[in-house]
DNA sequence: GCAAAATGTCAAG
DNA sequence: TTGACCTTTTGCA
């Protein structure tokens, strides 16, 4: 169940345990069998991120992985378990492996299709040098809620449901504000902040983005349920204003939001 | 045993 | 705007 952080936390760590090694790549469910076969035994390059997406170059061959709502990744060293359920790919290597299910994509591309994906992304928060300005151009052109355009994977790339949630309750901004609403001087820290609460949620693997945030950086314990002011927190009172947090449907995705904060 | 839910995207109408 | 799709886990009979 991912957002940005996770995938560049996946591309970090197959890079560390598989790259520059002759990558075993399997497909026990079968339905990934003959992409399987197009990189299996050969070397691996890098895994690299961006936005939602996971590109991994064996040459000129790519794997791509979307995970979709209900993909993941699981991963171990040593011997490999014996394959359970929709096992879609397996990567083997002499002292590591992983298993991917229930991605909504895992296809083998050229370079030059993963360059066509690439293009079509907004700024990713969490490549170096990525520039908010793409984005506040496209955010401040139309008319559609915000809430909706920081889902935009064209409009910006790696946030999902939790961080777009979150980072307007953090900058008080009111969900349904029109893109073209949006100021520069509302833009601004937003984005910055954007970046600073991926970063942290990379390095710790978890979104947080309460007060505690701080305590989870010096590598403190914090409660799930005091990760965040108002994902999945329908009808219990504001951390700040103590108003019950309000849910509804936009674009068939639930949108949590404090209606007397973000005003 | 079965329904519902989960950090997502695409295409049809 | 709606439905389809990918899979596992959880909660309630």
């Not at 014996?82 to 096992?87: I, S």
């Not at 002011?229 to 103590?242: K, S």
Request: charged content about 25%; aromatic content about 8%.
């Amino acid at each position: 169940m991912p957002e940005g952080h996770t995938l560049h936390g996946l591309a970090r760590d197959q890079s560390q345990h598989f790259a520059g090694k002759r990558v075993r790549v399997s497909s026990p469910q079968g339905t990934f069998a003959a992409g399987a076969a197009l990189v299996d035994g050969r070397i691996l390059d890098v895994v690299t991120a961006h936005g939602k997406h996971l590109f991994a170059a064996f040459g000129e061959l790519v794997v791509h992985v979307h995970l979709g709502l209900f993909g993941k990744y699981t991963a171990g060293s040593g011997e490999p378990p014996e394959p359970r359920g929709a096992l879609r790919m397996r990567w083997v290597v002499d002292d590591h492996w992983t298993d991917l299910r229930g991605a909504t994509a895992c296809e083998v591309l050229t370079k030059l299709e993963v360059g066509a994906i690439i293009a079509r992304l907004g700024p990713d928060p969490l490549r170096p040098r990525a520039k908010g300005d793409r984005a506040y151009a496209r955010i401040a052109r139309s008319r559609a809620p915000v809430a909706g355009l920081l889902m935009d994977q064209s409009v910006l790339s790696g946030v999902g449901n939790v961080y777009r949630a979150e980072i307007l309750f953090r900058h008080r901004i009111p969900p349904y504000l029109p893109g073209r609403d949006v100021t520069e001087d509302l833009w601004a820290p937003l984005w910055r902040d954007l970046v600073t609460l991926m970063r942290a949620g990379l390095r710790s693997g978890r979104i947080i983005t309460t007060r505690h945030l701080d305590r989870d950086r010096q590598g403190g314990y914090v409660r799930a349920a005091d990760a965040h002011y108002v994902y999945r927190r329908t009808g219990l009172p504001c951390r700040i204003c103590g108003t019950p947090i309000t849910m509804q449907l936009l674009a068939a995705r639930k949108l949590y939001w404090c209606p007397t904060c973000q005003t």
